[in-house]
């Protein structure tokens, strides 16, 4: 029974005792975002998890993010608030069938985004996250045939921006899918002086309103530097709360779903990140990540190109 325990101050004791960082990314509740000690997009929490002298990384985002620090940091614990969080676009690309793929296409390269297994990552060539793929792809030659994974809207705001015909893999993020469009223009209509800030991950018919298309670090900086007050973000809401933190006097609206709100789209699997199971994953390094060695290394040479490729 967790109830008189005071989460805060319990997870604080824990994290200077086992020498923990903690890495939160931008879509994680409020209350795990202002605990932690870095808060960023997928290519900058790796970065920090790469390069932390922590013993313990607690991993506030998805198994992807947990299995990427594992993969350029063995050496650490990586523990991970619910070994449950997952994500749509790593389930929509099973290793056997990404496998198939690529022998049924032995010219073409995997450009793989991060957003998927480590199986997955050892099959595939170079990685990218949304805030690195534009400048990876640009240098890779015109005439190198790509096949691109697993999300298909990004993939295709890719291939539409630099005239590229990749192939695509048909993944997507159930939460960028779930935007309406219908729903946007009438709140556009409600605010025709906001801009549309939206992830490469939301399907054509709502990146074709945006001013801005870019990743969460993206579009907080974008945040950052507009002119207006108001701001309409296209990606999972809770970014919102870094932006309200940096800007308080400015307006910040999710974009809306079907039912006219933005709560819908919330990631439900980043939302299984509660400060109960973050005390816990402290208190007993558990749940923890485990990758086999061989597995490691082959994922990390695509992981290792991307963080060459992205500087
Ligand atoms: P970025 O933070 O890298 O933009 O990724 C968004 C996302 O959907 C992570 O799951
Ligand atoms: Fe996956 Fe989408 Fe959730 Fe990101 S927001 S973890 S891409 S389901």
Not at 22 to 38: N, T
Not at 254 to 276: K, S
Request: aromatic share 6%; glycine share 6%.
């Amino acid at each position: 029974n967790l109830s008189g325990l005071d989460l805060r101050e319990e997870i604080n004791r824990l994290r200077k005792e086992r020498n923990a960082v903690i890495l939160a990314h931008y879509y994680q509740k409020p209350e795990i975002q202002d605990l932690a000690d870095y808060i960023g997009d997928s290519l900058e929490l790796s970065k920090k998890a790469a390069a932390s002298d922590a013993d313990v990384i607690a991993f506030c985002g998805v198994k992807f993010m947990a299995e990427t620090a594992k993969i350029l940091a063995p050496q650490k614990t990586v523990i991970l608030p619910d070994l449950d969080a997952g994500c749509s676009l790593e389930d929509a690309c099973p290793p056997e069938k990404f496998k198939a793929f690529r022998e049924a296409h032995p010219d073409h390269i995997a450009l793989t985004y991060i957003n998927c297994s480590t199986e997955v990552k050892a099959l595939s060539d170079i990685i990218v996250t949304s805030s690195s793929a534009e400048t990876i792809l640009q240098q890779i030659p015109a005439d190198q045939k790509i096949i691109f994974g697993p999300d298909r809207h990004l993939g295709g705001y890719l291939n539409r921006k630099f005239g590229r015909d990749m192939l695509l893999w048909p993944g997507v993020c159930i939460v960028h899918e779930a935007f309406s469009e219908t729903e946007l223009i009438k709140l556009k209509g409600q605010h025709p002086d906001a801009p549309v800030a939206a992830h490469p991950e939301c399907p054509p018919h709502i990146v074709d309103h945006a001013d801005y298309v870019g990743s969460t670090s993206g579009i907080l900086q974008y945040a950052k530097t507009m002119v207006g007050d108001t701001l309409i973000v296209a990606t999972e809401p809770h970014i919102i709360h870094q932006m309200q933190l940096a800007l308080p006097d400015k307006t910040f609206i999710g974009a809306p779903g079907a039912d006219g709100n933005c709560n819908c789209n919330i990631c439900p699997y980043m939302a299984l990140n509660t400060l109960e199971k973050l005390y816990l994953a402290l208190r007993d390094l558990k749940p923890q990540v485990h990758i086999e060695e061989g597995l490691r290394l082959q994922a990390k040479k695509s992981l290792d190109r991307m963080l060459e490729m992205a500087k």
